[in-house]
């Protein structure tokens, strides 16, 4: 079996602090596999309101999550306090491919990465458009490739 790419807290552009929460953890006393996309979603989300000027409630552009995985290397539970390390691989026109992590806070290694790709799209017409200047100059901060 090949050996999983290390995921270090040194490779990603921004943190975003998240709060376990009680109901969080599953049966076998950890944070159940499908939060994490929750997390993801939610560091993504913040970073792109705060920074990019997302309007979630009356924009005229929304991100819809076209694709996703996660792969696991430790457990995690409430209430560990984390945070979600955040870079882009790849920018397109109207298309966005994050690169997360998530981090113990403090700690170099990171106990789950995953990716997830938003494409832009009008509100009115769900037809995908081009990332608006103001999100765009938010994403290229993260990028990790120079033809981002």
Same mark, same amino acid.
């Given at each position: 079996?090949?050996? #999983?790419?290390?995921?270090?807290?040194?490779?990603?552009?921004?943190?975003?602090?998240?709060?376990?929460?009680?109901?969080?953890?599953?049966?076998?006393?950890?944070?159940?596999?499908?939060?994490?996309?929750?997390?993801?979603?939610?560091?993504?989300?913040?970073?792109?309101?705060?920074?990019? =000027?997302?309007?979630?409630?009356?924009?005229?552009?929304?991100?819809?999550?076209? /694709?996703?995985?996660?792969?696991?290397?430790?457990?995690?539970?409430?209430?560990?306090?984390?945070?979600? =390390?955040?870079?882009?691989?790849?920018?397109?026109? /109207?298309?966005?491919?994050?690169?997360?992590?998530?981090?113990?806070?403090?700690?170099? #290694?990171?106990?789950?990465?995953?990716?997830?790709?938003?494409?832009?799209?009008?509100?009115?017409?769900?037809?995908?458009?081009?990332?608006?200047?103001?999100?765009? #100059?938010?994403?290229?901060?993260?990028?990790?490739?120079?033809?981002?």
């Amino acid at each position: 079996m090949a050996e #999983q790419p290390q995921h270090l807290r040194a490779d990603y552009r921004h943190f975003q602090p998240i709060t376990t929460r009680w109901h969080d953890n599953d049966i076998y006393g950890h944070v159940n596999n499908v939060v994490y996309y929750s997390y993801f979603d939610s560091a993504v989300n913040a970073y792109l309101i705060e920074r990019g =000027g997302l309007d979630i409630h009356e924009g005229e552009v929304v991100g819809f999550v076209v /694709s996703s995985s996660c792969d696991y290397f430790a457990s995690i539970a409430f209430p560990d306090v984390l945070e979600v =390390g955040l870079r882009v691989g790849k920018l397109g026109n /109207s298309s966005v491919q994050y690169e997360l992590a998530i981090f113990k806070a403090g700690e170099a #290694q990171a106990c789950a990465a995953g990716r997830f790709v938003h494409v832009f799209v009008d509100r009115a017409s769900n037809r995908p458009t081009p990332i608006p200047a103001g999100l765009r #100059q938010a994403l290229e901060a993260l990028a990790v490739e120079a033809d981002c």
